[in-house]
Each structure stands twice: as C-alpha cells, then as structure tokens.
C-alpha cells in the first residue's frame, strides 16, 4: 500500500508538428522526491514542466498525481507551478497579487499570513510596490511565493535559479529543502548549483 | 463564486490603474455618438433608424475593451497564472463580470449621449431597461467568448471578425426591432422573448465552449 504523493508519468511523449521534442518519458516519483530535469536549449525540459502542469496536453502518454494510491484529477489542488518566462500582473502590488492568487487557491489568508509569507521571500519591504518596479530577481522570487503558497504537494520549478543573486539561491535551496519533507519537486535547470539539489536527474534529449 | 470575484477584483484593478480598456471604449462610443448626431443634425430620425443608430454606437463602443480581455492575457503571458490557478468557468465568468462592469459604465455615458446628441429616447421606459440589460448581457457573452477564442491565434482581427458576425447579427437584430417597438411607446415582449432565449442558449453554450478552448 502507496502512502504519501505520487507523480507517474506513463509513456509520455510531445511532437510539434513533425519533430518529437521526447517520447516513452516513465517516472514515477513519491513524495520527498527531488527531481532535476537538465538538457541543452530545446531539450524539452520546460515543454516537460508544462505538460505535468496541464498547460501542455501530451501527444502520447499520460501524468497522474495521486495520495496513498488515489488519483487526484484536479490539478488546482496539488499543484505550484513557476517558470522564468511566467509573467505577472505588473498593475498589481505584490501583497494584492498573492491575495489574489491566495483568494483563487480557496484558502482564506489574513494580511498577517500573506505579510509572512512575502518575508519569506524577502518580499515584505517592497510589498506595497507594483510589480513592475521589481528587478529580475525579485520577480523570480515573486514567482516562487506564488509556486509554493498553500503549499501544494507538487512543485514545478522552471529555471528558477535564473536572475538570482548568491542569496536568491540560499533561498531557492530552502524552499526546496522545506518542500522535500512534504512533497514532491521537479526542477528544471542547467545551473551547476541547482543540479546539486536533486535526488534524481533526468537528462532530456540525452 | 470567490474565484469569479477574484478575477473580476483584479482585472478591476488593473484597469483602474492602465485605464485603457474604458478609456479606449468610452472615446470610440463618444466619437460615434457624435458622428452620428453630426450627420443627422436637423433631419428627423426615424425610429428605425435611430434603433438602428443606436445599437452600433453601443457595438462599436464596446468592442474595443470587450474583445481585448482574452487577448491581454495572452499577449502579456499571464493566462498560464489563470490557467494553473483558476478554474475554466470562473475565468470565464470572472472576464464575463469585468466586461458586463465596462458595458454599464461605457452605456452610462452613451445613452444619455445618444439622447441628447441624436435622438431622445422616448417610449416605454420598461422595456428600454431590460432591452438594456438583457441585450447588454447577451452582448458581452458574444464579446467575451469571440475574444477566448481568438485570443491564441496570430490571426487575431480578422478571425475575430469572423467569428462575431453571425454571433452578433441576429442579436443585434433582436435588439433593433425591440429598441423600435419600445421608441414607439409599446413594450417589446417578442424582441424581450427572443434576446432572453438567445442569451439564455449562449451563455450556457459559452461557457462549455469556453472550457474547452481554454486548455491547451
């Protein structure tokens, strides 16, 4: 008997027209898992990530989160997702941005949680700034606020070490040692640092 | 029901603070409005015609914002947020309400415009309201859905054309004959049957077109 979340790909492919980005993609991943997706530009790595977060329908094969056996159809409910190129509304503030996405989530947050948890992205100082006057890396780890709040049991990370400092990386290794002892996180990176942090790699187009 | 609040409070928001979507709106509608009464000055309008007027002015008001809802997210790369955080039907219904908020705003400038500019708005005053609300409601359905669809491809204005027109034509139809029984001082029960019919199958129908558009 399964306990804990478990992520199985089964037999996963992606074609764009003619060409196959990757095919027969078998995972299965349980909970505390780690998994590095590394591969050159065009590798497949975030075309992966997009497809374990239902914004790519694969050509073959099929993804299925499930908790002690059970299978869980409704991606909204385990599921944090970021990627470097995911944009953000930039007309909002990052405080109204996470009530936002906090309000979209079904969980219910007083100022005092989401104030706590923009701290721990080292957000809480410029949380009444609109988004469009953040750098690089601070919407990076507007990102990942966003990716792990209510803390859902999958997490999938495209590049997001990309546009961070050495202290945007402490972080990041944080986030995904605290997310290690929960759930599961796929990883998508090329960054020597970050390929450190998994427990697993699977190398695309390899 | 939070989470078509959600999206209709933060797209809301962003256009208090862009204001583009109103701004862009209310200008086309003032500047047909005014054309209009400019061409026609001193004529005498039938009631068919000023009908006629003043749905197109209402259209050509609100295309600007309305169609644009879908098309923002996409072209600013925000809709894949939508799509992993919210469900299909309330990003739909979320649109829906922001863009219902805009027609409400946009026809609180334009009628009394229209009545001063080209043409009082007499008769029966009931049915002008609901002819309002109800046109109004199955107008932005059309809008709404037209922009979802569209909203992926390259070939946006064209499509978008295309895809309106037999969608809006038999509405705007409806609600002309309606506007001309209801200038005549009568209420208009069949023109009310019909828009109530059309938005009732539409609105059901957009929403199950929607999610299915929506996803990949």
Wanted: some cysteine.
């Amino acid at each position: 008997m399964q306990t804990g979340w478990t992520l199985t790909c089964h037999d996963l492919g992606k074609r764009f027209g003619e060409r196959w980005v990757f095919r027969h993609i078998e995972l299965t991943l349980s909970q505390g898992t780690v998994l590095v997706v590394r591969g050159s530009n065009g590798s497949g790595k975030s075309t992966l990530i997009r497809i374990l977060a239902g914004l790519l329908t694969p050509t073959e094969g099929r993804v299925q989160m499930a908790l002690a056996g059970q299978a869980f159809a409704e991606r909204r409910a385990w599921l944090g997702w970021s990627a470097t190129d995911g944009a953000l509304y930039r007309e909002l503030t990052a405080r109204e941005h996470l009530r936002w996405w906090a309000t979209l989530r079904d969980t219910d947050a007083t100022d005092t949680e989401l104030m706590a948890h923009l701290e721990r992205f080292e957000l809480g100082a410029r949380a009444d700034d609109l988004l469009r006057t953040y750098s690089t890396g601070m919407r990076q780890r507007m990102r990942l606020a966003l990716a792990t709040w209510g803390r859902p049991p999958l997490l999938l990370l495209d590049e997001p070490d990309a546009g961070l400092d050495a202290r945007g990386m402490l972080l990041l290794e944080r986030v995904i040692d605290e997310h290690r002892t929960f759930g599961i996180v796929v990883l998508a990176t090329n960054r020597n640092e970050s390929l450190a942090w998994g427990d697993l790699t699977l190398e695309m187009g390899a | 029901m939070r989470e078509v609040g959600a999206v209709w409070r933060k797209d809301l928001l962003q256009e208090w603070r862009l204001r583009q979507g109103l701004v862009a709106s209310a200008l086309m509608g003032v500047v047909t409005v005014v054309a209009v009464g400019f061409a026609s000055l001193g004529a005498s309008l039938s009631e068919g015609l000023t009908a006629g007027l003043f749905w197109v002015a209402i259209l050509f008001g609100m295309f600007p914002a309305l169609a644009r809802g879908f098309i923002v997210e996409e072209e600013a790369g925000t809709a894949d947020l939508l799509r992993v955080g919210a469900r299909p039907s309330a990003v739909f219904w979320g649109k829906w309400l922001f863009h219902f908020t805009l027609y409400l705003l946009l026809t609180l400038i334009l009628v009394p415009l229209y009545g001063l500019v080209v043409a009082p708005l007499k008769g029966h005053l009931g049915g002008w309201l609901l002819l309002w609300l109800f046109g109004g409601f199955c107008l932005v359905s059309v809008l709404t859905l037209c922009g979802a669809l569209v909203a992926r491809t390259t070939t946006r204005g064209a499509l978008l054309a295309v895809l309106t027109f037999p969608l809006l034509l038999p509405l705007l139809l409806i609600l002309i004959g309606g506007t001309k029984t209801a200038l005549n001082g009568l209420f208009p029960a069949d023109s009310l049957q019909g828009v109530f019919g059309y938005t009732l199958t539409l609105s059901a129908g957009a929403s199950w077109v929607f999610e299915r558009v929506w996803a990949d």
